[in-house]
Structures are given as structure tokens and as C-alpha cells.
């Protein structure tokens, strides 16, 4: 085993590390970390997920990171939403393969050896909103957006500009997800994003929520 991965399994939170952090454990010169990394990553006992990102290997690690955490670590800031918190909310049947997070910065696109991570920027007043930390079982945690916010960022995304209905219909999510939804949220929701047609969204949502 090298000693870079020992120093990771030995210091690194959840197996996930930086370059920085490999820095302040292996000391030496800038050179020296780079031989050490490059040979860690050759031989299979390291992951680079991202450009000064890396991973150990599910083997060394009594529970992988959460692929939202990897999320959370490559690009920020950002918050999981959209295909990926529908799905994390039980609202959407189908498997997400690919990560997707709202962020304040350029959107991206990012494909590393444990998953495929997209990154849409969402511009807001206040980004964080109707917006939770969770926990993972590895002790790691991330933000995940309420259902009702993750369904705003991907009308944002693409943009809708159809009636709710259509659109729950289209991601198959049951129409009882009407009944979960506050007026109140909604209104909030729509103060919180300039786009005109994600506010006509909401306006129409809060119609069939109020019946």
C-alpha cells in the first residue's frame, strides 16, 4: 500500500481529500506530493473525482461517501435538486444516473469514475432557501432542496412553460403531491427567482393547490 493512501485512510473524512489536505499530511515539496498522488492513482488505491479532488476506493472504507456528499465536494456552492431530490422525495420512479444540483456559478457537467455529476446555475435572492442539511450514513452530510423547490429549479432548467398539471403528469409524479404543497412556499418561492416564466409556473401552481 502506498503511503499517501494510508495517510488518507488514516486522516481523510469519509475518504474524500483534497490536494491541500494531502499538503498538510505528506509535507515536503509540491513535487513530492504530486509523485505521491500520481502513484496512488496509478496503482487503484485513489480516485481523482475532480481537479485537486480525489477518493479512496469503496475497499478501504467501512461505508462509500454518498454520491450527493461528491456532489456537495466537486462544486459548490450548490445544493442537490432537481431529477435527483424528486427522486431523493420518492416523488419520481425512475433511477437517476446522473447527479443534479442547482449552483450560483457557470453551469457544468463533470464525469468521474464514481458518477456522473451536472451543475445548472439558478440564479436567486436568497439561494439557500427551502433548502435542508442531510445526514449520510457515513457520517458525511449535503443540502437537499425541498420537492417543491427541486420541481421550480427544473422548470427554471429548461424552461416549462406549460400547465403544472402537464408537467407532473410528464415526470409521472402522482397528483397527491398537490395536497403537500403550502401557498405560503409558493409565494415565498416565487419572490426568490426573477425568471418571469418560473413565476407564472408558481401562479398556476398555487391555482390547482388551492383548488
Not at 481537479?51 to 465536494?73: N, V
Request: glycine share 6%.
Amino acid at each position: 500500500m502506498n503511503a499517501l493512501t494510508e495517510l488518507a485512510i488514516e486522516h481523510s473524512k469519509n475518504g474524500i481529500f483534497s490536494r491541500a489536505e494531502v499538503a498538510c499530511w505528506a509535507g515536503g515539496s509540491a513535487d513530492r506530493q504530486y509523485s505521491l498522488l500520481k502513484r496512488a492513482v496509478a496503482a487503484g488505491e485513489i480516485t481523482k473525482l475532480h481537479r485537486g479532488l480525489y477518493c479512496l476506493p469503496p475497499r478501504y472504507l467501512p461505508r462509500p461517501p454518498h454520491p450527493f456528499e461528491l456532489a456537495q465536494r466537486i462544486y459548490g456552492p450548490s445544493y442537490i435538486s432537481m431529477e435527483s431530490a424528486l427522486s431523493a422525495h420518492g416523488l419520481i420512479p425512475e433511477a437517476v444516473y446522473t447527479i443534479t444540483s442547482a449552483s450560483l456559478n457557470r453551469s457544468c457537467h463533470f464525469s468521474t469514475p464514481r458518477n456522473d455529476f451536472s451543475f445548472t446555475r439558478i440564479p436567486q435572492k436568497e439561494f439557500y432557501i427551502d433548502v435542508c442539511r442531510s445526514d449520510t450514513p457515513s457520517d458525511g452530510c449535503y443540502f437537499l432542496a425541498s420537492a417543491l423547490k427541486a420541481l421550480t429549479d427544473l422548470v427554471y432548467s429548461r424552461p416549462y412553460t406549460g400547465p403544472p398539471l402537464a408537467l407532473l403528469d410528464s415526470l409521472r409524479i402522482d397528483r397527491s403531491f398537490l395536497a403537500k404543497c403550502d401557498p405560503l412556499s409558493i409565494d415565498q418561492l416565487s419572490d426568490n427567482y426573477r425568471s418571469v416564466h418560473v413565476r407564472t409556473f408558481l401562479g398556476s401552481l398555487k391555482k390547482e393547490v388551492q383548488g
